[in-house]
């Protein structure tokens, strides 16, 4: 059995005269995080591995919640793989990852994890909305064979507000 948790980074500033790859996290950004990250610690997920995509607010979104999870920094790799708005990279570094990772935690951008979500889950979610969370189980032993799973839980900032 494995689970995938998917976490759409949280809310990312305009403000700042930066490529796309750059933008930092905006006031509400940093709230929801902590949120999701309080939220999260609440579950006492057993985390095998955490990926993160390489942009700055993915990376931004994931230390908040990470430090509030108490992650082992040996556990977390950063991949420019998953700066993909479309699914194809997420999915690749999904399917390629080491079968003894049971619980794998994805930090990603949008479109790519709604869609891994709505191809994946059995729930169909509209949009991921920023810092959104969705798990999903799949009776699987091998990551490469991905195949449709349950979606277990969703936590979206909205609902703490």
């Given at each position: 059995?494995?689970?995938?948790?998917?976490?759409?980074?949280a809310k990312s500033s305009w403000e700042h005269d930066?490529?796309?790859?750059?933008?930092?996290?905006?006031?509400?950004?940093?709230?929801?995080?902590?949120?999701?990250?309080?939220?999260?610690?609440?579950?006492?997920?057993?985390?095998?591995?955490?990926?993160?995509?390489?942009?700055?607010?993915?990376?931004?979104?994931?230390?908040?919640?990470?430090?509030?999870?108490?992650?082992?920094?040996?556990?977390?790799?950063?991949?420019?793989?998953?700066?993909?708005?479309?699914?194809?990279?997420?999915?690749?570094?999904?399917?390629?990852?080491?079968?003894?990772?049971?619980?794998?935690?994805?930090?990603?951008?949008?479109?790519?994890?709604?869609?891994?979500?709505?191809?994946?889950?059995?729930?169909?979610?509209?949009?991921?909305?920023?810092?959104?969370?969705?798990?999903?189980?799949?009776?699987?032993?091998?990551?490469?064979?991905?195949?449709?799973?349950?979606?277990?839980?969703?936590?979206?900032?909205?609902?703490?507000?």
């Amino acid at each position: 059995m494995k689970k995938l948790v998917l976490i759409r980074h949280a809310k990312s500033s305009w403000e700042h005269d930066v490529i796309d790859h750059e933008r930092p996290l905006n006031k509400r950004g940093t709230k929801d995080a902590s949120i999701i990250a309080e939220a999260l610690k609440a579950m006492q997920l057993d985390l095998d591995c955490v990926l993160i995509s390489d942009a700055t607010r993915t990376k931004l979104t994931a230390q908040i919640i990470l430090q509030t999870l108490k992650t082992p920094q040996n556990k977390v790799l950063f991949s420019h793989k998953l700066y993909d708005f479309s699914g194809g990279g997420v999915l690749e570094v999904i399917k390629s990852c080491n079968n003894t990772i049971e619980t794998l935690m994805i930090f990603g951008h949008n479109h790519a994890l709604t869609a891994i979500a709505n191809t994946y889950g059995d729930t169909y979610i509209d949009n991921i909305p920023t810092c959104g969370v969705v798990i999903i189980k799949f009776d699987i032993s091998d990551w490469s064979q991905l195949a449709p799973g349950k979606i277990v839980d969703t936590i979206f900032p909205r609902d703490f507000k």
